[in-house]
Each structure stands twice: as C-alpha cells, then as structure tokens.
C-alpha cells in the first residue's frame, strides 16, 4: 500500500480572509505548510491555544468532504487528479450562508448557520464516486473507528465506504479544536468567536473543491491541487 494518503476536502482560497484567520488560529497555513504564530488572546496563554488546535493543525483548515484514503491498486495519483479536474466541472460554485461556531461532539468547529443541499449533494456525489480509487480499510482501522461508539447508520457507512459520517449523517463542519473537556469547551467557544469575530459573517464562494496529501504516516495535510467548480467557458465568463 502506498505511503501516501489523500482526502478531498473544501478550504477557502489562500487569500481569502477566512482563509487567513483559520490558518492564523491553528497556527499553520495549509497551502504553503509553513507554521503560523498562535494567536494573541486575552485570558488563553499560547501553549493552551496550540495545545487544542494540534490536531486540526495537522490537518489544515478544511471542512472534509471525503475522509484520508490510500489509492486502491491500479489507481496512482494522475488518475485521481483527472477525475477530479472532471468531477468539478459538472458541479456549479455556490455560497455558503454566514458561519457560525459550533459543536461537533467534543470538538469546536465552524458550520453554516443553516443548510446548504448543495453542499451536501457535493460531498455525497464525491463519496460515492471516488470510492473507486479508495483502498479498503484494513480490519484494524475498522476496529479503531468503530469503537468509536457509531450507531447501526455509521457502523454501516464505515464498512460501505470507509468513513461513518457521509450521505444521510454528513456534517459539513472546518474543526478549529480537539476534543475539549466540558470545563474548557465554553471558555474556547467564548474565545474562538471572538477570534474569528466578523469574517464568520462574510460570504464564503465554494467555487473549487481541493485535494489535500499527507505525504507519510503522521505527516501534517497540505493542500496539493485546486479544482475549478463549473465549465470552464461558463468560469471565463463570470
């Protein structure tokens, strides 16, 4: 099995100014992998602030539309990046509504403050139809996810297609935390709000979807390649 993991995912364009304030609150930018300064909070010393985004630093600031999988045989990485040059096309770009902060089980993470189906049709079509090029799970990476208490829905997803949270249970959300015990979650939620302040309240275009690389094992994601939402004479156009 290849060393390489990939994961498709949304992440906004490195110059976005969301783009900016998620890569300076985790302390890393995704696009360039260089280290970001942790942010200046009142009342949140740095090493606490770095120690509870280590995780999503690791993965880059993203809302994951396709969990990290290994390239089945007699896929490798050209194959993939056709597919998904293809795949975008077909799909026209979209705005997000406003952002909010939220929970998703014992993490914080931004999500749209209402649904967008066409978010969810996007992440469900790119589950299903990139499966093709995932490796199956080995029996220990299914024993560790699914003892994550999963219900009967996810149990079954995570055999189906190698993640428990897609089709009908998908979430969009971009973690901003690890997991956080009950006596911090309010005093992060508080900080975190505040951090991010107004830019939550900017739209977001989802004009492309990307496709991040973890190079080795425990190695940080970094974003390898953008792929353009829509028809290229309709984005020419816009």
């Known amino acids: 099995m290849p060393a390489e993991r990939y994961a498709i995912c949304f992440t906004p364009s ?27 909070i009142a009342g949140l010393p740095l090493a606490e602030i770095a120690y509870h985004t280590a995780l999503p630093r690791r993965y880059g600031f993203q809302g994951m539309l396709k969990s990290p999988f290994h390239l089945t045989e007699g896929m490798n990485e050209s ?24 929970h998703r089980r014992d993490i914080l993470a931004l999500a749209p403050m209402t649904a967008v189906p066409a978010l969810d049709t996007l992440a469900a079509s790119i589950v299903t139809e990139f499966d093709a090029f995932r490796a199956p799970l080995s029996e220990v990476e299914i024993e560790r996810r699914a003892s994550a208490g999963l219900t009967p829905a996810q149990f079954a997803n995570l055999h189906r297609w190698g993640e428990p949270d897609v089709l009908a249970a998908f979430s969009f959300h971009m973690p901003l935390t690890g997991p956080l015990s009950p006596s911090e979650m309010a005093r992060m939620e508080r900080s975190v709000a505040a951090f991010f302040g107004p830019i939550l309240l900017e739209p977001v275009e989802v004009d492309h979807i990307a496709l991040f690389i973890e190079e080795e094992p425990g190695a940080p994601f970094c974003v390898h390649s953008l792929h353009p939402m829509g028809a290229l004479r309709a984005r020419q156009s816009a």
């Open 14 to 40: 490195p110059h976005d100014g969301l783009a900016i304030v998620g890569a300076n609150w985790i302390g890393r930018s995704a696009f360039s992998g260089e280290v970001v300064e942790p942010p200046m």
């Open 79 to 102: 194959m993939l990046l056709k597919a998904m040059m293809r795949f975008a096309m077909r799909f026209q770009p979209f705005t997000l509504p406003p952002l909010t902060v939220v």
